[in-house]
Each structure stands twice: as C-alpha cells, then as structure tokens.
C-alpha cells in the first residue's frame, strides 16, 4: 500500500513537472502577443502559452515581490531594467548562445545588450521600439508641432495626456532642458523637475483629462473631445486610417523613442521555453505580421517585407530621416530619479 501511495506522488509531481515545462508564462504589454502567434507557437512546440498583460512599472512590482519569480519571459522597456536590475537582482542574464542573432538589426541589437549592461553582463535583446509625441486633429488645431501645445490656452478643454513621466521629459525638453543629460545631476534634474511641476499644475485648466487608457483616448479624439494628446504613434496611425485629419506628429522637440525588449526573469522555470519563444517572435514573417497588426516596428531583421504596404506607408509619412534623426531615445534611468518623478507627478495630480 505505502508503496502504491509512493509511486502515485512520484507520477503526480512528474506529470506537474512535464506540464510545467510545456508551459510558457509570459508577463508582458497588451498586443505582443497576438492570439494568431500564440496558436502558431503552440502548434509548432507544442508549448502553451499563458500570457499576463502588464506595463513597465507593475512588471517591475510583480518580479520585485516574487525576486523574479512566477514568469518565464518579460518585456519590460530597456531603459527599466539596469538600475532595477542592480538594486532587486530580478532578471538572469541573456544568454546569447541561446538568441539567434541572425534575427536582430545589429545596431538594435547591439544598443540593447549595452544599455542593460550590469556588471558586466547583459540582461535584455530588443523587440519592438516606437515613439511618443503628439496626435493632433489638424482641422482643428492647425499646424500644431510642439509639446507646448499640451500648455496653450487656445486648446483649453481639449488636451489630454497621461501622468507618466514620458510627460515630463516631454516637458522637460518643451521648457528647454535636455532630461537626459542631467540625469547624472539629481540636484540639477530636481530643479527641472521642481519647474516641470509648477508649468503642468498651472496649466491643469486646459486639460480636458489624464488619459490612463489607450481605447478612451483614441475614443475621446475620434468624438472631438480631445483634438491635442500626447500619445504612441500608433494610436494617431489607428486614427489616421479612419480620418485623414488626424495623424501623429513627431514634434519640433523630438518624439521620446523607447525600446522594448525580452528580459529573462531571476527564477525563470522554462528557460527553453523562452527562448524559443524570443526566436519565433523574431523571424521576420511573425515579426512583419506583429508590426502589420500593431503599427509597431521591431528590431527583426528583413521583417519589412512582411509588413502590409499601409503600415509602412505611415512609418513613411512620420519619420522622414530628419524626424528619426532628432528622436531622443530614452537612456537607462537611474532609480533615484525615478522616484523623484513619482513625487511630482502624485503632486500634479492632488493638486487644485
């Protein structure tokens, strides 16, 4: 008897065990992991996916309470993970024998594995990158090409943007700063900040809301509520497409270029999985069909000719080489300053 109890507890934890490891746990943003890939995936592997949706700061919350544990693969943005990493350990190192780099534009690639260096190893390989800048509803606020448009009282009612701090590098760069220089100065950057916070709590009257979800502000621009947002590329090419009026614009300061990324976590139980994973998002027919369904580019080499002539028509349109020239890509950000950030932006936000 005591030996049939025995072999079924071996049977159940190697049964758990097998289920386990046929499973990839997949903490990441809402649309990169289109359900079309996920069934071709699992079809090819024979690996389940169990995707959980997510964003940069509650990735950094889940893995921080668990020290890395509970998911396989992450896709947090590059510039969140050096100082998160050097301070909570929550990411295992990529292990590039592992990545087929055939896959990735070089250059990306390259930027990537040095903007997530810590202690001499690498955390991360890019996915997918895009910018921030303003939407604007051109018949209605013409030639609008600044974030100062976020501050004008002539679009009183009608702005909107999210109370992140994209918003207030945004400003930073509108109010003539550089954020990203002065992110080795924290005395320097607080004053900047200390401006930034004074412009947005003056300029709270003209802004219709703080936008916290994509469809709402894409719904709230479709009706006329809103006619000048600071938002995704990709939400003013969705607009775009169903009213000509409206399109992204890269402002006059810069667009805010990001990076995102594939990101091991520390107590990761299917590495396999992940990297098989990482590699099949990467092949240029499932990268092109991501960037075709998303508007999002990627860092996968030869996708291009994957993507559908519409989409690539916008990425045409809004980054002519001038305007990709003057991007300012987001460098690592040291967690002092992050937390600095919070501050003000929870003070904008209580204030009358």
């Given amino acids: 008897m005591k030996r049939t109890i025995a072999l079924a507890a071996v049977l159940i934890f190697v049964l758990a065990a097998s289920a386990q490891a046929a499973t990839l746990r997949l903490l990441t943003w809402k649309g990169y992991a289109p359900e079309e890939l996920v069934q071709k ?3 090819e592997t024979g690996i389940t996916v169990e995707v959980t949706y997510s964003n940069n700061e509650e990735m ?18 590059q510039d969140r993970i050096s100082s998160v990493q050097k301070e909570f350990k929550i ?14 534009i070089p250059s990306m690639l390259e930027a990537v594995k040095r903007n997530t260096l810590v202690d001499g190893k690498s955390y991360a390989v890019p996915f997918c990158w895009g910018t921030s800048g303003l939407i604007v509803n ?8 600044s974030y100062k448009a976020l501050l004008d009282p002539k679009y009183k009612g009608r702005v909107s943007y999210r109370l992140k701090r994209p918003t207030l590098i945004a400003m930073g760069f509108a109010l003539g700063y550089d954020p990203f220089a002065l992110y080795s100065s924290p005395e320097k950057y607080k004053a900047m900040l200390d401006k930034i916070e004074d ?7 003209i802004v219709q809301n703080y936008w916290a979800n994509g469809d709402a502000l894409l719904q709230s621009m479709r009706s006329g509520e809103v006619t000048v947002a600071m938002a995704w590329d990709n939400g003013g090419w969705k607009l775009h497409a169903e009213n000509p009026a409206i399109d992204f614009v890269a402002p006059k300061e810069g667009a805010l270029g990001w990076i995102d990324t594939f990101a091991i976590p520390a107590k990761s139980e299917n590495l396999d999985a992940a990297y098989k994973w990482i590699n099949f ?16 580019p990627t860092a996968s080499e030869g996708a291009g000719k994957f993507v559908a002539p519409d989409v690539q028509a916008n990425f045409d ?4 080489k001038s305007v990709i020239d003057n991007i300012k890509w987001y460098p690592p950000v040291p967690a002092q300053l992050e937390a600095m950030e919070g501050k003000v932006l929870d003070k904008i936000k209580a204030a009358e």
């Fill in 317 to 320: 349109r809004c980054f002519p």
């Fill in 60 to 77: 950094i919350a889940k893995l921080r309470a668990t020290r890395g544990a509970g998911f396989d693969l992450a896709q947090p943005s």
């Fill in 281 to 296: 998002m990467m092949k240029p027919e499932n990268a092109g069909y991501f960037t075709t369904k998303e508007n999002t």
């Fill in 199 to 205: 412009t947005l709590i003056k300029a709270k009257p």
């Fill in 138 to 145: 051109k018949d209605k606020a013409p030639g609008v090409d």
């Fill in 91 to 104: 990411y295992k190192p990529i292990d590039y024998k592992k990545i087929d780099k055939a896959l990735f």
């Fill in 41 to 43: 995936f699992e079809k």
